[in-house]
């Protein structure tokens, strides 16, 4: 499926190298024929796994851009987000979704704050309570297990959760205000798979996965941006997140033998593959 003239607003960082961020959604989406515009939250040197990088907060930036498109009536099919750099980026984003007064847009948000049952070096508990905000704000929710324990204030454990303490967990988010909810790393019942929610069929469900055992950075940007590539394209949300997880992990095994994993999946070789 190629989309038909949709327009997505991708407000993430913007890498020097490294595909993460809006290096690893721009050619994803843009290979589902999507017309895919950027609101950069930060510039980033590189990958933060190095341990080496430098940022640039382009909030002022953001601020401004969001008033000129206002004043010029730019508007978005959908509007997703990623990696904020500050809470005041929260609060910009909120601005830039009610400007689409006239042509609501779909609003997708990948709350990235960690991993592992704890936050990234640099994410203040006030993100994480902005976050929340934004939270209320989505259509399609994407948060990794960690980070739907930190939105919803659900303890986080290493073992397995129950079916029913997963049904928990997603009644948790959506009481934030998110309509439709995907956790993407989630151990239900011993099952490493795919949580979600889509609130359209009143419908729960459970994608099952095979772990693999490498870390790339930027698995998560590839998941996001083709479920939404997915959903663009009318696809249901269960549909389109077995299609992404299908995807990543496809894209993983294609580059185990790459030495640099740092750097992220090598996408634009694989791009073929973002087309069914």
Known sequence: MISVNKKLCCVNDLPGVGKVA?????PICSAKGINIHTLPTALVSNTLDYGAFE??????????????????GFTFDCISTGFLVNPRQVQIIRRLIQ????????VVVDPIMGDDGG????????QVYS???????????????????LLSETNYQSDSMTYAQAEELIR????????????TSALVDEINCVLGYDHTLNHLFIIPYEMIEVRFPGTGDIFSAALIGEVL?????????????????????RNMEKQDKLSGVEIEQYISEVLR
């Not at 940022?55 to 010029?72: N, Q, S």
């Not at 400007?99 to 847009?105: F, I, M, R, W």
């Not at 394209?233 to 095994?253: F, N, P």
């Open 172 to 183: 948790r988010l959506r009481n934030l205000g998110a309509r439709s909810v995907v956790i």
């Open 233 to 253: 394209c009318g696809a249901s949300l269960e549909s389109a997140a077995r299609y992404a997880a299908e995807l990543t992990r496809d894209m993983i095994v």
């Open 131 to 149: 976050m929340r905000e934004l939270s209320a704000c989505a259509d399609i929710l994407i948060p990794n297990y960690t980070e739907a324990c």
């Open 22 to 26: 809006l290096a690893a959604m721009t």
């Open 99 to 106: 400007n689409q007064t006239d042509h609501p847009a779909l």
């Open 55 to 72: 940022i640039l907060d382009t909030t002022e930036y953001m601020e401004k851009t969001v008033e000129v498109w206002k004043h010029l």
């Open 119 to 126: 936050l990234y070096p640099g994410v203040s508990e006030e």
